[in-house]
């Protein structure tokens, strides 16, 4: 089955789809109007140029599934290194957050205090100068 589409800008075919060598020689003849006859050696070309195209099409495949395996390995294994070292790592933050926060909060009941004993010897002292 021939399809004879064509790019608007270019003015070539776009999808040619030729699969036998008859169909090669009508797609020759209605294209260019040349007729060729079906012992002509260009037709050994056609052949030769399916052929290599079939084997590259399999090479390609073979690239496509070792490829995906590779990537597929490599994001696994990040993947799942990855999420432990940063589970670990939030962790290990979370901790020394809490750490920190209670350090501040020791420290804050401690300067409440302090404040607290400055506050009432204010007092003690401003009582002491109005007594006198």
Known sequence: MMDHSTNQDTETPDDVSV???DELRAYLHSEHGVSVGQDDPILLQFTMNRLFLAEYDQ???RHNTAITSVIGKAVKGLTEEA???????QVRLADRTQQEFERQYKRAKL???VNLICFATCLLVFAFLIAQ
């Not at 999420?83 to 790592?89: A, F, Q, V």
């Open 59 to 61: 090479l390609l495949d």
């Open 111 to 113: 300067l409440s205090v």
């Open 83 to 89: 999420i432990s070292e940063n589970l670990k790592e």
């Open 19 to 21: 699969t036998s060598l």
